[in-house]
Structure formats: C-alpha cells, structure tokens
C-alpha cells in the first residue's frame, strides 16, 4: 500500500490593506490627571499657610475685632527646676546589708545613736536620714573595712548630702531597699 501523504495547501497570502497611522491623543481625562497631584499639593500648601496665620489666642469679643492685635497666650506654667544631684559616700556599719546592693538600687538610709561615739552621740532615736536615695556605686568584693562596714556612694540632693555626713559622724547608718 502506497500511501503517500500530501500536504495540505497553504493559504494564499493575504494583503494588508494600506492606512494611514494611528496617532493616539490624551483621551479625555488624562490631563486632568496629570494635574490632580499638583494641585492637591498646592492645595495642602495653602492649608498649611493659613493654619499658621491663624492667630492662637483666645477669640476677640464679637464686634471688637482687631486685624493688628497680637495674639494673648495663657503665662506659660513654669516647670520645675530640675534637682541637682552630688555623689555622697556614706559608710554603713553592715557590710552584708551592702552585699545586697547594686548599682541603680533604691536605698532609705537609716541613722542608729552609736555605741562608742566620739561626740557622745547626743541623739537617742532612730531615723531616716535619706529616702530613696540611688545607689551609684557599691564596692568590689572583699573592700570591707575590718570592723564589718562598707563605703558606698549615693547619689542624692545637696541638702540630704550634708545630712547624711553629719549623721555618719554621730551614727551608724544602715540601709533598707526600697
């Protein structure tokens, strides 16, 4: 059996017609598209300028209004002056109460009459000399004095520095975490 296989015929081929070109213009909404972010930026613009012409102050009486007059701000609340603090090294008679510490802690220094005083420790009763004074700096293992004490250093006002020397004369001072 011969079977020969016979190619379909291509197609003739076709012809483009001729035309002129196509030139695309903007449609009808284009440009102003091209202007919307422009002019919502000089919109924004305005807004901006007109808010801060604005006077702030309190609103005129009605009728009584003056163009030239400045505006009345309520006297600005002072803030409170910050308080300056001084490093005071104080001495507590309980070297394993200062173990406890780090730096940063909170500590209430407490002031005891002294046993055996030099001045005679005129004053019986137990009190707090500093509150929540902040702990800048403990001492490094081992720095203990021999009688048992240990120095370590606050960081507190002026006014509770001279109250904490003058009770380390007169007292052992002890301390309580906060």
Do not use: H, K
Not at 30 to 56: C, E, H, Q
Not at 104 to 122: K, M, Q, T, Y
Request: hydrophobic share 45%; aromatic share 2%.
């Amino acid at each position: 059996m011969n079977t020969t296989r016979t190619t379909p015929a291509l197609p003739a081929p076709c012809e483009v017609p001729d035309f002129p070109p196509l030139r695309v213009r903007g449609g009808r909404f284009r440009p102003r598209l091209r202007r919307a972010p422009g002019a919502l930026l000089v919109l924004t613009a305005a807004a901006l300028v007109l808010t801060a012409a604005l006077p702030s102050g309190p609103p005129s009486p009605p009728g009584r209004y003056d163009p030239g007059a400045r505006p009345v701000s309520a006297p600005a609340a002072r803030a409170p002056a910050p308080v300056r603090l001084v490093s005071a090294p104080v001495r507590i008679a309980d070297a394993d109460a200062v173990r406890l510490l780090r730096a940063g802690d909170r500590v209430d220094v407490i002031a005891a009459p002294a046993v055996n005083s030099p001045l005679g420790g005129g004053d019986s009763a137990v009190r707090v000399v500093a509150r929540a004074a902040r702990v800048a700096e403990v001492p490094r293992p081992g720095e203990t004095r021999s009688d048992g004490g240990a120095l370590i250093v606050l960081a507190v006002p002026r006014a509770t520095a001279t109250a904490l020397a003058g009770a380390g004369v007169t007292s052992q001072l002890a301390v309580t975490v906060c």
